[in-house]
């Protein structure tokens, strides 16, 4: 059985950083592909930043430049680091991981709440 459990939310004011943590059990990070993702009050879930099984990472423009995901393979951990922190940053974060990229999401954790505010 696959466990995913995310961590390191809270609440930073704007500008600031966060580095959320995805810890897992029943599957390695390390053949999988794994995702951040966020979904805001009222908005539809969104990714914010995967790594294939290869190592290949990919963001969407709202995190380009910000957002930085990587991987511990000893510790079967995926990280995501958060700068320039924004309000509309503001968000339940969720870690997703599959066999592949196109599985990406068979697995989910139970989420982490960020709230970026002064």
């Known amino acids: 059985q696959v466990q995913l459990v995310e961590s390191g939310g809270g609440l930073v004011q704007p500008g600031g950083s966060l580095r959320l943590s995805c810890a897992a059990s029943?599957?390695?990070?390390?053949?999988?592909?794994t995702g951040w993702y966020r979904q805001a009050p009222g908005k539809q879930r969104e990714q914010v930043a995967f790594?294939?099984?290869?190592?290949?990472?990919g963001y969407p423009d709202s995190a380009k430049g910000r957002f930085t995901i990587s991987r511990d393979n000893a510790k079967n951990t995926v990280y995501l680091q958060m700068n320039s922190l924004k309000p509309e940053d503001t968000a339940v974060y969720y870690c997703a991981a599959g066999a592949t990229f196109a599985t990406i999401q068979s697995n989910w954790g139970q989420g982490t709440q960020v709230t970026v505010s002064s």
């Open positions: 790594i294939t099984r290869s190592g290949i990472k």
């Open positions: 029943g599957i390695i990070f390390s053949v999988s592909a």
